[in-house]
């Protein structure tokens, strides 16, 4: 059984070796990436917002399959979470982005809970860059983060992922069952991993918990982003965000290294209606 490779980040490692994990094998797991105190504070703000949610997804069929029956999934986050814009400022965290997409080149891709719920089977397996299956190339599209705000456990439902099978030719090819490993790992540890790779979260097998993790994928700027945030966050809460951050929600105008300038507002930067009283 294959095993992702693990770091510690209160143990200052080499940033140039947890690249290079994530090259080789796809996706790799920092534990202690996040801080006693902002995982209290994302707790606290974040975890209310499931006791509306219900489980499942409003398309019959393969959507509630593919985001599953027993998992309850919320966006919009960063209108309800300064610990969550908080942490969309980390350094280390942007560093993915602007490693694999290039810097100022990139938008959040997703910014949701995803807590899986008793009795949910495994979620399909998939890439992410499958978003968009026509502008998949070499180079990666999309890269990710999935955050523990609680343990992830084999039995809670700790994501299946392929180590390696980012270099796997074909579009989705199938995983042996013994190719495959669960990220389990503490609260307060991140999985990065790699659009390439091939993954999806577990089964839930327990009685009563819920594994509650904060999934958090860039994609490149001239991709449509999965998440709708212009729609899921009010104006006036964007208003109040850094503009790093105005920037990684579409709040503002995108201007790619080559080409046009994407996002206008009266033909102008978007910037402007923000910075309007
Ligand atoms: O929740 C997880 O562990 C993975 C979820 C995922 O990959 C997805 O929904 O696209």
Not at 153 to 158: H, I, L, P
Request: hydrophobic share 40%; net charge negative.
């Amino acid at each position: 059984m294959p095993e992702l490779q693990r770091f510690d980040a209160d143990r200052s490692p080499e940033w140039s070796e947890i690249w290079k994990a994530f090259d080789d094998e796809g996706g790799l797991i920092v534990e202690n990436f996040i801080s006693p105190d902002l995982l209290a504070r994302l707790r606290n703000e974040l975890t209310p917002l499931l006791s509306d949610k219900s489980p499942g997804n409003a398309d019959p069929g393969f959507w509630t399959e593919f985001h599953g029956a027993m998992t309850k999934r919320v966006t919009g986050l960063a209108a309800s979470s300064p610990a969550w814009v908080e942490l969309l400022c980390d350094e280390r965290y942007r560093a993915m982005g602007d490693r694999y997409l290039g810097a100022g080149d990139y938008w959040l891709n997703t910014g949701q809970l995803i807590c899986i719920g008793p009795d949910e089977t495994p979620q399909i397996l998939h890439r992410d860059e499958l978003n968009w299956p026509h502008a998949v190339r070499e180079e990666e599209i999309t890269v990710t983060a999935i955050f523990a705000l609680t343990d992830f456990t084999k039995e809670n439902g700790a994501t299946v992922i392929a180590p390696g099978s980012n270099h796997w030719p074909g579009l989705l090819p199938p995983v042996p069952e013994e190719s495959a490993c669960q990220a389990v790992m503490p609260a307060g540890s991140a999985l990065l991993y790699s659009g390439k790779v091939i993954h999806g979260g577990g089964a839930n097998t327990t009685q009563s918990e819920w594994r509650i993790g904060l999934h958090a994928g860039f994609c490149r700027g001239w991709l449509r982003s999965e998440e709708n945030f212009q729609l899921t966050i009010p104006l006036e809460a964007a208003k109040s965000f850094p503009a790093s951050v105005q920037s990684l929600l579409g709040f503002r105008s995108y201007s790619p290294a080559e080409g046009g300038r994407l996002g206008l507002v009266d033909y102008d930067d978007a910037a402007h209606l923000l910075d309007r009283s």
